[in-house]
């Protein structure tokens, strides 16, 4: 039976939320603050544990900002959630989180097709034309792309691969990554 999410029922959504908080590095304070999800429509199947959200999906929570076409969260019978968010078709799916350690720090990053999160393994993925960068206002300090990007939060460990299946296949195509130099302002 589909019906509207309660706010009791929201909890999958507010721990998808933290999970990807973690995922970016985050400011720790937001995981204090609420979680704002807008949609054009959203549908809750009890029964199977899922929430779908579409049309033009932002999810707010403190400094983190996620945007895409479709939105599901699905809860497994341990509690683990485990949510998709979808680009629209020519378009990215897209995350921006400020990071900790300085006041205009941020992580940012986009994929084509989907952005996937495991709570159970606290491992995000990146699908198609995938791209993750640091930033330190609006200047780009490190960057990767590729077809595919896991990125573990408990290991702070990532992988880059050539095709959009996580593999690297000969002739699937190049990663790019650019790594900036690290300088200290020392006075001088």
Do not use: C
Not at 9 to 33: C, Q, T, W
Not at 70 to 92: M, N
């Amino acid at each position: 039976m589909k019906r509207f999410l309660s706010l009791p029922r929201l909890l999958p959504l507010l721990i998808f939320s933290m999970a990807i908080a973690g995922v970016a590095h985050a400011e720790k304070a937001d995981s204090l603050k609420p979680t704002n999800v807008e949609a054009d429509h959203m549908a809750y199947d009890d029964v199977k544990q899922i929430n779908t959200f579409t049309g033009n999906v932002i999810l707010t929570r403190g400094t983190l900002i996620m945007k895409g076409a479709k939105l599901v969260v699905t809860q497994d019978p341990a509690g683990y959630q485990y949510a998709t968010l979808w680009a629209a078709p020519g378009k990215l799916a897209t995350f921006r989180q400020k990071r900790d350690g300085g006041p205009d720090l941020w992580m940012e990053g986009h994929a084509a097709d989907r952005i996937e999160y495991d709570n159970k393994t606290e491992v995000a993925k990146l699908y198609s034309k995938a791209m993750v960068r640091r930033l330190e206002g609006t200047r780009a300090t490190d960057e990767v792309q590729g077809e595919f990007i896991s990125y573990d939060s408990r290991a702070e460990f990532f992988t880059v691969n050539n095709t959009a299946t996580g593999e690297s296949k000969p002739g699937g195509g190049r990663i790019k990554a650019v790594i900036q130099p690290r300088t200290e302002n020392k006075g001088n």
